[in-house]
């Protein structure tokens, strides 16, 4: 009865082609791993990082396959400073790879929008 949420790992940062956009990795988990359809939150990135991941997922047959959601955020950064968090992946930090904190920073924001859609339905 779970509601399966994927976070992506995106990054326009990393110089690998295999890491631009939604990498390689998830790619592979989403696409030959998991065999159930799962909630896949994606930020509206920019227009141009946003066409290169809509290509993905329709190359790659993922967007048939998982529930897209796309859902604008632009409250990453400022979470962050509200709560003090100093984050770094694969050594860069916010400024340096927005786009991953954003994708992880989107997927809890979709988290809390299901969980508070299933808390509304289950008083009912």
Same mark, same amino acid.
């Given at each position: 009865?779970?509601?399966?949420? $994927?976070?992506?790992?995106? $990054?326009?940062?990393?110089?690998?082609?295999?890491?631009?956009?939604?990498?390689?990795?998830?790619?592979?988990?989403?696409?030959?791993?998991?065999?159930?359809?799962?909630?896949?939150?994606?930020?509206?990135?920019?227009?141009?990082?946003?066409?290169?991941?809509?290509?993905?997922?329709?190359?790659?047959?993922?967007? $048939?396959?998982?529930?897209?959601?796309?859902?604008?955020?632009?409250?990453?950064?400022?979470?962050?400073?509200?709560?003090?968090?100093?984050?770094?992946?694969?050594?860069?930090?916010?400024?340096?790879?927005?786009?991953?904190?954003?994708?992880?920073?989107?997927?809890?924001?979709?988290?809390?929008?299901?969980?508070?859609? $299933?808390?509304?339905?289950?008083?009912?």
């Amino acid at each position: 009865g779970g509601i399966p949420i $994927s976070i992506p790992r995106i $990054s326009f940062s990393d110089q690998r082609d295999r890491h631009k956009g939604i990498s390689h990795h998830s790619i592979t988990v989403l696409k030959e791993i998991v065999n159930v359809s799962v909630n896949l939150p994606i930020c509206t990135y920019n227009d141009e990082q946003l066409c290169y991941i809509k290509e993905q997922l329709i190359s790659n047959g993922l967007e $048939s396959k998982h529930n897209i959601v796309y859902i604008e955020n632009k409250n990453s950064k400022s979470d962050l400073e509200y709560f003090g968090l100093k984050v770094r992946s694969m050594g860069r930090n916010f400024d340096q790879d927005k786009e991953f904190f954003e994708a992880a920073s989107t997927a809890a924001y979709y988290l809390a929008e299901v969980c508070n859609d $299933s808390r509304r339905e289950n008083h009912k």
